[in-house]
């Protein structure tokens, strides 16, 4: 492994606490691969006291570069910014609201050289809002072969823990406003490029689930919008930006308060009914999933993408 090769980090903040984006900061700063820069995006330019704490970082350590956007422009833009301002090799993403392991930036640039992958992400440690930890992902290791299969099924990733080359970005163009879905079309282009992604055999991030996340609110949009890139993927359309923006807006109508809260409740139920089969508890589970199929059509596709996705693990 080269220890020359830079890593850029690039991250978005807008509303988070403070002790969260100290602990989020000091976990990349305090990486055992030192040659880095982190790129952070001050998306809510109103915030004077996470400016005047960013401003301080940025002092303190000159590996970080600092830019205030002018007005909230969403994560999407902020981020493509970031890249603009990338010099590294490679390039790592992180959320201001979670903490990498020490060894984070390490193990996943050893991995992907060891691997010849061009992108790699993986598995993360559950927090709550107070930084206990939840639960734990599984730290199996899936090929790229593999990578490709399930993502024809669903978004595999979490986009907090990728570490790619930054050739990736530069060919993809960075980013496309897909709403609460971003990282799916990131990954779906990539793997219609050619790229090669692994998920490598262990964890490396703790990621903070979040009451009042955007991916909640919208549940049921961010929802729809994956299916509706999945499909264009599959129709090699995913490159047709007048298709897209038709879909998104079909999501968005469909996708009424009222219809987001009762996907809500019903993801919650179906999740409840999924935790009682693993639970061996199977006939209490399939009857809460045949009750929950009743309530709510989307759960229905969710059952069968499940169903599909544990199948395709195991071919």
């Given at each position: 492994?080269?220890n020359?090769?830079?890593?850029?980090?690039?991250?978005?903040?807008?509303?988070?606490?403070l002790?969260?984006?100290?602990e989020?900061?000091?976990?990349?700063?305090?990486?055992?691969y030192?040659?880095?820069e982190?790129?952070?995006?001050?998306?809510?330019?109103?915030?004077?006291?996470?400016?005047?704490?960013?401003?301080?970082?940025?002092?303190?350590?000159?590996?970080?570069?600092?830019?205030?956007?002018?007005?909230?422009?969403?994560l999407?833009?902020?981020?493509?910014?970031?890249l603009?301002?990338?010099?590294?090799?490679?390039i790592?993403?992180?959320?201001a609201?979670?903490?990498?392991?020490?060894?984070?930036?390490n193990?996943?640039?050893?991995?992907?050289?060891?691997?010849?992958?061009?992108f790699?992400?993986?598995?993360?440690?559950?927090?709550?809002?107070?930084?206990?930890?939840?639960?734990?992902?599984?730290?199996?290791k899936?090929?790229?072969n593999?990578?490709?299969?399930l993502?024809?099924?669903?978004?595999?990733?979490?986009?907090?823990?990728?570490?790619?080359?930054?050739?990736?970005?530069e060919t993809?163009?960075?980013?496309?406003?897909?709403?609460?879905?971003?990282?799916?079309?990131?990954?779906?282009?990539?793997?219609?490029?050619?790229?090669?992604?692994?998920?490598?055999?262990?964890?490396?991030?703790?990621?903070?689930?979040?009451?009042n996340?955007?991916?909640?609110?919208?549940?049921?949009?961010?929802?729809?919008?994956?299916?509706?890139?999945?499909?264009l993927?599959?129709?090699?359309?995913?490159?047709d930006?007048?298709?897209?923006?038709?879909?998104?807006?079909?999501?968005?109508?469909?996708?009424?308060?009222?219809?987001?809260?009762?996907?809500i409740?019903?993801?919650?139920?179906?999740?409840g009914?999924?935790?009682?089969?693993?639970?061996?508890?199977?006939?209490k589970?399939?009857?809460?999933?045949?009750?929950?199929?009743?309530?709510?059509?989307?759960?229905?596709?969710k059952?069968?993408?499940?169903?599909k996705?544990?199948?395709?693990?195991?071919?």
């Amino acid at each position: 492994m080269n220890n020359n090769d830079l890593v850029s980090v690039i991250m978005s903040t807008y509303n988070e606490e403070l002790k969260w984006i100290e602990e989020s900061i000091n976990s990349i700063l305090n990486q055992s691969y030192s040659n880095i820069e982190l790129i952070i995006i001050l998306d809510n330019p109103q915030n004077v006291k996470l400016k005047h704490l960013l401003r301080d970082y940025a002092k303190s350590d000159n590996r970080i570069c600092l830019i205030v956007n002018n007005e909230n422009i969403g994560l999407v833009k902020s981020l493509n910014i970031a890249l603009k301002h990338c010099k590294g090799k490679y390039i790592a993403r992180m959320d201001a609201d979670d903490i990498s392991s020490i060894g984070r930036l390490n193990s996943q640039k050893e991995y992907l050289e060891n691997n010849n992958l061009d992108f790699v992400y993986s598995g993360v440690t559950f927090m709550n809002e107070e930084g206990l930890n939840l639960f734990e992902t599984n730290k199996y290791k899936i090929e790229p072969n593999r990578v490709k299969k399930l993502l024809k099924i669903t978004n595999i990733s979490y986009h907090p823990t990728w570490f790619l080359k930054k050739e990736i970005y530069e060919t993809l163009n960075g980013y496309r406003e897909i709403f609460y879905c971003e990282d799916y079309d990131f990954s779906l282009r990539c793997i219609s490029k050619g790229f090669r992604i692994g998920k490598m055999d262990q964890n490396v991030l703790r990621y903070r689930v979040r009451k009042n996340s955007i991916s909640r609110s919208y549940s049921l949009e961010q929802y729809l919008n994956s299916r509706g890139i999945l499909k264009l993927y599959k129709q090699r359309k995913l490159e047709d930006i007048m298709l897209i923006n038709k879909m998104m807006d079909k999501s968005k109508n469909e996708a009424s308060k009222k219809e987001n809260e009762k996907y809500i409740n019903a993801d919650r139920k179906f999740n409840g009914a999924i935790t009682l089969l693993k639970n061996q508890l199977i006939l209490k589970g399939i009857i809460e999933v045949i009750k929950v199929l009743f309530t709510n059509r989307y759960i229905g596709y969710k059952l069968i993408d499940l169903l599909k996705y544990k199948i395709k693990s195991y071919i």
